[in-house]
C-alpha cells in the first residue's frame, strides 16, 4: 500500500490548511485512516484517524472543533482539513493506514502508531505567529 501526502506548508495562524492522502490501493475502503504529527520535540502522536466505513472519528483535545478528517473510498482518499490553525499545530503530517481486519469488522481505529502498516512520506506544515 502506497500512500501519498500533499498540502502542507507555510501559513499563518487562524489560516485553514487541507492535507490530503491518496492511494491506488483497491482495498482503501477496508482501512481505517489516521493522521499523526511528529515534531522535533515529540514523538509521531495521532491528531486524528477515522473508521474504515466513515462511522467514527477521533481527534487529539488540541484540534477538536477546529480539525475535520473525512475519508473518500470514491476517490481513495482521506482528507484533513485544518481550520484557525495555531503554532503548537506546527509539524510533519503523516496520513497512515490501518489494515487490521478486525477493525474494518468492528468500524473503528487504533490510536497506536504501532498498529498502522503503512506510513506516507509525511508533508511539513508551518503555522507562524
Known amino acids: 500500500v502506497q500512500l501519498q501526502a500533499s498540502g502542507g506548508g507555510l501559513v499563518q495562524t487562524g489560516a485553514s490548511l487541507s492535507l490530503s492522502c491518496t492511494t491506488s490501493?483497491?482495498?482503501?475502503?477496508?482501512?481505517?485512516m489516521g493522521w499523526f504529527r511528529q515534531t522535533s520535540r515529540s514523538d509521531r502522536e495521532l491528531v486524528a484517524a477515522?473508521?474504515?466505513?466513515?462511522?467514527?472519528?477521533h481527534y487529539t483535545d488540541s484540534v477538536k472543533g477546529r480539525f475535520t478528517i473525512s475519508k473518500d473510498d470514491a476517490q481513495k482518499s482521506v482528507i484533513l482539513q485544518m481550520d484557525n490553525v495555531v503554532p503548537a499545530d506546527s509539524g510533519v503530517y503523516f496520513c497512515?493506514?490501518?489494515?487490521?481486519?478486525?477493525?474494518?469488522?468492528?468500524?473503528?481505529?487504533?490510536?497506536?502508531?504501532?498498529?498502522?502498516?503503512?506510513w506516507g512520506q509525511g508533508t511539513q506544515v508551518t503555522v507562524s505567529s
Open positions: 497512515a493506514a490501518e489494515t487490521n481486519l478486525e477493525a474494518w469488522y468492528r468500524d473503528t481505529y487504533s490510536d497506536r502508531p504501532t498498529d498502522y502498516d503503512y
Open positions: 477515522i473508521s474504515p466505513r466513515g462511522t467514527n472519528t
Open positions: 490501493d483497491r482495498a482503501f475502503s477496508l482501512y481505517a
